[in-house]
């Protein structure tokens, strides 16, 4: 936290007019949010921009905004296994709505995404390039809209307040309307998308990121959280609109989108960087479920429930992925994980740390204190191909934004009452399913299809929360989760160190 305060001491200093308010009683909270011209000065706007690319590496770690997007749905849990992954139950929270204010994933996440808002504040309003500032003004509307779709609420300071003054909060539709205004702002100035390196702001992420904001504006601008949702025509087909924008193809292999050369694949629209040797957060994807004894060795925490597990087909190419080199350096095929371990080679099987078979089995409680299933319970999952080269530090690229997902959109937009109805959305689902390896006509064309195939095609791509909200179905009770969960779950709390700021309501319910 010492940048944080280095930095509140420049502005301090009047570099800059308007910044981030914080707190500093359990270190800082972050709760305020820079909207107007600054003074110039001396700040170094291409390191503040280079740190707000770096914040996106916040999304490759397995807590915080992942475990809010993921482990809240039906997609993914986080067992306490005997003495561990309890954390003060902080996981368990996660998947049966349960979480409070005080839930440190939360309060990490809210931090995170503005201090980002803060690092592009300082590009957007000092001395930088024009192109410098626009790369800073997509940002942050990234992280905006990730404040927005977790909080339902954003902070700013007005034009003229004193740094010492607490910033106000923007309601969710005023917040969704000015990303939106913002980002068709940038889009023409806004580069191509470079080949083989989607990691620098485009006109293809803006365009996805344009589609993504009108698919959920029904949600966003509703007055309850829990709607109803009216989607207006005209809203879809801005979806349809920008996603005919995007420059881009389907991979001919899924799992090229996740191999360590990723940053190859044209499907990809924005990525999160990492170059061999820096990206040790992405070996989260592939540790935090894996067993001690496999390789790469893992941590044995997070597991997949059985009845998602369940919705693919056993020809779904999207479901595991195996090729002679992935067999010789780690045994398994990647993807979900279920049955019996092997050493690399795939010949020699694996035991536990207590000496029997390493099978992992779809069975799994939210606490397991049985010394065998402590060790097995839960389908483990791989969506990224550990990188052979450097383990510990990939070079894998995280992937933010991908043109499946895009297709996607389109085809939801075209069902909600968009240009095209029932025959373009069928195009495009065939599209994914064939190259799924699935036979066209697999999934339906209806909305329903659509969900469930955004389920298969996306799963732990951040979107799982989003989707369920906006399909009516985050509230129900699923595996693990027996009850229907109390509408204030669509929100997540505001941070409870934040509430000291005397302009911010505290999101209902909690």
Partial sequence: MKRINIIK??????????????????????????????????????NFLQSAYEGLRTFQGQGGTFTMDEMSTDALVGPTRGSDWDDNAKWRQFHVHTWGADNEEIRGAYNDLLTQVYNCDLVINNTATDDQKTQARFLRAFYYYN????????????????ITDPPKFWSRKEA???IISELEAVLPKLPTRVANDASMANKDACNFLLAKLYLNKAVFNAASPAGPYTFDAADMNKVISYVDAITSTLATDYWSNFAPTNNTSNEILFSSKNVLGNGGGIQSRWRMGMHYNQTPDGWNGFATVAEYYNRFATTDDRRQHSTPSIIANFGNPIGFQIGQMYKPGGVTPLKDRNGNPLI???????????????ETAGIRTQKYEPDNANLGAPENDYV???????????????????????????????????????????????????????????????????DMIRFGKFLAARELKPAVSDPKFLLYPIPADALFNPNVQQNPGY
């Fill in 9 to 46: 001491s420049i502005l301090f200093m009047g570099t800059i007019t308007f910044g981030i308010s914080c707190t500093n009683l359990d270190e800082e909270v972050l709760d305020g949010f820079v909207n107007a011209s600054g003074t110039g000065g001396n700040v170094n706007t291409g």
């Fill in 147 to 162: 404040v927005v779709d977790l909080f339902g609420q954003a902070p700013y300071r007005e034009v003229g307040s004193a």
């Fill in 176 to 178: 969704t309307a000015l």
């Fill in 360 to 374: 992992f089995t779809p069975a799994v409680t939210l606490v397991i204190s049985n010394a065998t299933a402590i």
């Fill in 400 to 466: 933010l934004m991908r043109y499946s997902d895009a297709l996607l959109m389109k085809a939801e937009a075209a069902l909600r009452g968009g240009t095209g109805g029932a025959a373009a959305a069928k195009i495009i689902i065939d599209q994914i399913d064939v190259r799924a390896k699935l036979v066209a006509g697999t999934t339906p064309a209806t909305l329903d299809g659509v969900y469930l195939e955004r389920g298969k095609e996306l799963w732990f791509e951040g979107w799982r929360r989003n």
